[in-house]
């Protein structure tokens, strides 16, 4: 085999070999304030993609795994993993607490979860609950779903109370338009059809978040 096509080898395989960032999104659009047929509200971009703003166009994006909230005018943005490269706008940072890589479970992961311990009851009877995959700060969750899903319920499961069952109406369920306030320190089973996530809510959450990264849960 020449050298010519030793090269040519090697570039096939490189080009047929998916890299670590291959489909998986980094960031969520927060807010856009811009003229666009590729980019939306609620839109996962994975590293790479590039967006032009012009002068005075505005976007919010979410990272995912950083917890970086970013507001961005004008220019060139392109999407890292966790943080934009923005050439000729104007960039301010906001780091918010979140829980940063878990929102990204996958449906195999999300339906299974670990099992913790704990003493409840004036006879400190042991009971077996379920270890929460995601933590958010946000008593009314946004829900994202990536399959069609005709059936939406939460449950509690740290105080008997019944299924809250949620009106499935697109893509995007925001439960603060629905009026449901989840308790914080609860810990919830959210189930989309077949598909489950354990989730709880942080003992400090507030009726109003600063970013979607706090409310998040993608199923």
């Not at 994006?61 to 050439?87: D, N, P, Q, W």
């Not at 000729?88 to 311990?117: F, H, I, P, Y």
């Not at 509690?156 to 009106?167: G, I």
Request: hydrophobic content about 40%; some cysteine; aromatic content about 4%.
């Amino acid at each position: 085999m020449n050298v010519r096509s030793i090269f040519l080898v090697l570039v096939i395989f490189l080009l047929a070999t998916p890299t670590s960032q291959a489909g998986e999104a980094s960031a969520i659009v927060e807010d856009i304030n811009m003229p666009s047929t590729t980019v939306q509200f609620m839109d996962f971009l994975e590293p790479g993609k590039r967006i032009d703003l012009g002068k005075s166009g505005s976007l919010v994006l979410g990272y995912l795994h950083s917890c970086l909230r970013e507001t961005i005018t004008g220019g060139v943005v392109v999407i890292g993993k966790k943080k934009s490269k923005v050439t000729g706008g104007k960039v301010e940072w906001l780091r918010v607490e979140c829980d940063g890589g878990n929102m990204q479970l996958t449906t195999a992961q999300a339906g299974k979860s670990a099992v913790t311990v704990f003493r409840v009851g004036s006879k400190h009877k042991k009971t077996k609950l379920p270890k929460a995959q995601v933590t958010l700060y946000a008593i009314s969750p946004i829900i994202s779903l990536t399959g069609k899903t005709t059936k939406l319920e939460l449950q509690r499961l740290d105080q008997n109370e019944p299924p809250l069952r949620v009106t499935v109406s697109g893509s995007v369920i925001d439960l603060a338009e629905q009026k449901v306030k989840l308790e914080p320190g609860g810990l919830y089973r959210i189930t989309a059809d077949h598909k489950k996530l354990l989730f709880k809510i942080d003992p400090l959450a507030e009726t109003n978040s600063a970013s979607l990264l706090q409310q998040l849960i993608r199923l």
